[in-house]
């Protein structure tokens, strides 16, 4: 990352931060200061200033953390909208700070809708919610120029915040400011409806980390909307001058929701610390060899998110892998969820998905935190080569045995039956010259079918040593019943198996016992006993002789095993046999 | 086929009657349901797959014309195979490896004896099992002469058909086969046809 622009980027905001603060203490100093207030927000400054302070608070924590810049400047300019009926109410302030204070009013309600409905991405995902705000904030722009432009105080006989001269009157039309006047009733009313209705669905539909993101905002949205609402009531049913209790108490809600919205980005904060500490001892408790899969683990108990997964980027062979080397699809955004990239100079390392939008704490990982997740990914990888090779060679297997099935029965279907056929002619010849009385010629005949038949035993043999035809048709059961039967050795076969499994487990499986069988002779042995199983998925084969110490491993049995992701563990006296069976 | 052709001139010559040919398993069933021969000889090997159509053909046609034996020639020493066949059809069926039919008088002969009601097994297969090596071997302990009948019994002769082949009479064919049975623990059935399965499947375990 560009950390030259990105320290620019964080002292503007620490600029725009300490603005919103100067901001904030000049309408407290006025508010404070001598002379007379109209509004509820000047008359109560202690609390107008905390809403205020803690919008900017959001703000500059939304900008550094995980909300992101759009929410954070979202936050700064409602902290500004909120202290303008401070200056609008300031009765011996000048005229022009007064008019542009009541500029800005009409903005609040399109900009606190536009914050939480967008919150916490700033940006508006649906066209309806682009339709809202868009007309939200084109009423709010036409009521701001129609009241700066045509209102004049002195002729509004209502006239109760803001009745000094208003510097940008162009031409006074009572008529048409009120109209301004019934349109923003019944815009903010009809806001605040839309405000309730989203922020009640976001509670009910969010789960999980996603609604522990969301329900400050969402809590907060409920009593804000509903303020808008009563508000616009209130002023369409009140009293000519709306100074009264109800106003006040409308005004002191409002503030309590605004102050519920602004905790959220500071909660996340807090959270996000919490949980990266959380996630760093976890990670530090693995020790330097942690198992296959542990910060995927730790990360998603430590954020709440058991959905939640890393996919590790493999640059060899440009695919993305699990923690176990498993290939996996290339990691998409979900609705309501997020992913989150994680690359160290310019180089993807990581992809995590999260059911929540961005979480900190998935972002900013701490360095031990860095480092297991690195070293998880070089083993990843490691994994993933491993299985790309294993794969290959139980495609290497599998054509050979493919190879070795079409020989059999090329042998069976070809040579064979040409060698049966050849001696049928020889014995109808040898018929013949016996009723010729030709006695030599008989003999030679009888001869060479003798010698037919003894090269057909040796082609049986010798296609029976290629492939067994019996574990194609019969499977492995049978196939090692015939073994047995032909065995060098004593075997007793004890194979409990009812189905077929997939054709290249029964010849791993046939070759596994045929060479044990083998090698057990070859080291002495009078008895052998092979049991075969199946425990789940997993072929289990047991085969004890009473041999020699075994010598080193068998290697064809090695590499098929080996080739279809089992194991062959010879022991004192016994060789252990695991194939999986997928 | 050449070997087709080859046993049908076989037989005729030796005075069979051959009522009909089939390329496949299903023409085989309709033409052995039209003709009723006396036997049918199967190979193991049939369209489509050449793989096992032939075991399942003769299952076929036990079941569905239990009037007809059976013989299946094959190019494999299997017990499996044989054993399949006679495990639920005891009678009438036989299982006989191609090359041993060159030699017609045994062709003939083990048709004979499957229309006696016999069952007919190669005795390669046969001399496969009783070589085959076991714990504590109760086949050590027969004498050369019990061997030679065990294997007879194991091949689906009757106890005439041992007295013969061995000049003997029946009732010392009898008489070993009692002492035989009575060394391998093998209890005396008095049904010839189930005798040669008890006997391959105690070869075989």
Redesign the interface.
Known sequence: MATESVRRANVLWIAAGAAGLACALASLAVALGPGEFTTFAARTPALATLVGLGLFGAGVASAFGSPGRRTGGLFLIAGAIWFAPVWVGWSDGPPVIRALGALAVPFLVPVVVHLVSTYPGGRARTAATRAILGLLYATAALSAAAHALFRDPLRDTNCWDNCTTNPLLVHPSPALVQAMDVMDRWVAAGAGIVLVALCVRRLRTATGPGRRAVWPVAAGGVVVGSMFVAHSVALANGPERPVEPVFRWIYVALAVGMIIVSAAPVLAWVRTRTQQRAVGRIVAELGEAPDVGSVQAALSRVVGDPALTIAYWVPSSSRFVDAQGQAVAEPRERPGGSVTALARDGRTLAVISHAAPTDDVVRELGAAVRLALENERLQAEALSRAEDIRASRARIVETGDAERRRLE?DL??GA??GV??L???L??AW?AAKADGDDRGAALLADA?DQA?GV??EL?GL?HGIFP??L???GLG?AL??L?????????ANVALDDRLPAPVETAAYVVVSEAVDDAASRGAT?AEVAAELAGDRLLIRIDDDGAPRGPAMPRSADRVGALGGVVRPEPGMLRVEIPCE | MLTRQGIVRLLQDAGVDVVGESEDGEGLLADVGRTKPDVAIVDIRMPPTHTDEGLVAAQRIMTEHPDTGVLVLSHYVEPGYAMRLIEEHPERVGYLLKERVFDVAILVDALRRIVDGETVIDPTIVSRLLGRRRRDDPVESLTDREREVLGLVAEGMSNQGIADRLFVTERTVEAHISAIFHKLGLAESPDQHRRVLAVLTFLRT
């Open positions: 029965r069976h279907d064979q039956q049966l056929a001696s049928y002619r014995r109808l018929a079918t038949i057909l035993a049986r296609a035809a019996i194609t048709e019969a049978p019943a015939t047995v039967d032909s065995a060098p050795i004593v075997v007793e008895h």
